[in-house]
């Protein structure tokens, strides 16, 4: 779960990482008296993307224009999420901004230390251009502490001040059960202090109890629904709906409709022995999203009988077009209910996505 710049940077500070003067607003009411900032504050719009400062998420503005700026900033959206929250921030006075992270390198499967000068908003350009101007140290996951040679070689020539945010944020990585740890910019001031100005962190969602956070708090309303009915479901942006029993059919029909062509707009397994009543909330859960045209149901009968599953389908009766396929238990059944009710069924995923396809959806 990817935390929100105000909840990194509380964590940052409680590591020892100075962060700028700051408070959280709700509303441009919240505001209230900003003259503790000095002449100029940053507006940084609270949302979970990539590049909201280029995205116009982030408002450098003279204190007096706060008010105006901060209503403008909540009227908007930032790369299509709305903006809820504002993080109100004294504006710091940059000489030079730097980059350093800690992260999971799969590859290796141990973490790596990430560390640049060339920090600031263009770094997944520099990254893509100029890679070597990014040092790296893989850590030995035993290690509990980033040794000082590993410190020196990553900051180089960089102020002396920013080695110990490197092994503090590394401590923060351990300590958060992370997997990223970012600072980006990590920024020396005019007068020689370093500051985080920015805070991404990432915690293993497998730790999140462990580590007091609410789970799944950033679900959507579908997938807060999903989850009420214990379905495994995950939105993604296509139009075709799909629904399997089983994660690994579910995830084959996908890439089957990839195959074809075609964008699927979710992942729904909806688990072994599905009744009337759970395919019929699947089938309205998958209606009721935006963009879906129509909805695959790819379902092999065992404990889960086919003319259960045909009801709920003909339960939910949906707008959009269905195509089933089907195999299994109580199969004719199942097939003799939704002919009768004017549904496509298959008896090949193959053919059912196939036709899908053809109509060109
Ligand atoms: P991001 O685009 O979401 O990563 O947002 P950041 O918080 O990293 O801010 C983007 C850019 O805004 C930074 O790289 C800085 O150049 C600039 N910025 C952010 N905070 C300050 C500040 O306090 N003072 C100044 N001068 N610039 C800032
Ligand atoms: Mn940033």
Redesign the pocket.
Known sequence: MRLREYEGKRIFAEAGIPV?AGRIVRSVGELGDLSCFGERV?L?AQVDVG????AG??V?CPVHEAPARAAELFGRTIRGLPVTEILV??????AH?YYCAVLVDRSTRQPVVLFTEAG??EIEETARQDPDRIRRFDVNPLLTELPSFAVRDLIGRAPKALGPMVSALYRVFVAKDALLAEI??LVVLDDGRVVA??AKVIIDDNALARQGFEQNRDLTEREAEAERHGFSYVELDGEIGVIGNGAGLTMATLDLIEQYGLRAANFLDVGGGADRERVAHAVRLLAGAPGVRVIIVNLLGGITRCDEVARGIIDAGIPQRVIVRMAGTNEAEGRALLTEHGYEMYDSMDRAVAAAAEAGA
């Open positions: 700028p940053v940084k590049g909201r400062g280029k998420g982030v450098i921030e004294e504006c710091l006075p940059i901004e600031g908003v980006n910019p100005a920015d």
